[in-house]
């Protein structure tokens, strides 16, 4: 996410999230990945499915990959753990 989500602002303010994952509910922690090896192997899992990345990221698998690189920079990427 390009981090303008409310829901992403919100959990960075507040650390704490209610998730839904396959229609179960938990409470959670989130953080905000800085590390640049982490925030690099989670833009590499995205881009194993190239229709997924594409609508995620707006930009095609095949793009240079100074555009890719500028791509995974404008992203804010949150961790989360189960409380």
Request: charged share 30%.
């Amino acid at each position: 996410n390009e981090g303008g989500s409310h829901w992403i602002q919100n959990v960075l303010a507040n650390g704490e999230a209610t998730l839904e994952i396959k229609g179960e509910v938990m409470q959670a922690r989130g953080e905000f990945v800085a590390d640049e090896r982490e925030r690099q192997m989670i833009f590499n899992l995205y881009k194993k499915d190239a229709k997924f990345f594409q609508s995620n990221f707006r930009l095609p698998l095949n793009s240079s990959e100074e555009e890719l690189q500028k791509a995974l920079s404008t992203r804010k990427f949150i961790r989360f753990h189960r409380k």
